[in-house]
């Protein structure tokens, strides 16, 4: 079992900045790839970014590329998304999930984190 617990979240107005957290405990942290997704209000769990084991390769949606950052620090097992240039449209509950196999698809990823509220002002 892998537990994942985010924080960071919060309003902001459009155009600011939030960094999220997601510190990971139980197996070990570096065996995974570890991907941040999104859900607003009435709409489908939404993939953001993911990043591999290593931390060396990152892959992002289009519609968050150039502004979005994921990183990790696996000697903290944390991994981070440096959310910059927010719009309203990013508005939604950001959560965590750790991969075996890594992928940008909900089914690709085993464990979850209960998520945190990003709400963009405009």
Do not use: H
Not at 36 to 53: H, L, N, S
Not at 72 to 84: C, G, I, S, W
């Amino acid at each position: 079992q892998v537990q994942l617990v985010e924080s960071g979240g919060g309003l902001v107005q459009a155009g600011g900045s939030l960094r999220l957290s997601c510190v990971a405990s139980g197996r070990t942290f570096s065996n995974y790839a570890m991907g941040w997704f999104r859900q607003a209000p009435g709409k489908e769990r939404e993939f953001v970014a993911t990043i591999t084991r290593s931390g060396a390769t990152t892959f992002y949606a289009d519609s968050v590329k150039g502004r979005f950052t994921i990183s990790r620090d696996n000697a903290k097992n944390t991994v981070y998304l440096q959310m910059n240039s927010l719009k309203p449209e990013d508005t939604a509950v950001y959560r965590c999930a750790a991969s075996w196999i890594g992928g940008s698809r909900v089914n690709d990823y085993d464990y979850w984190g209960q998520g945190t509220q990003v709400t963009v002002s405009s």
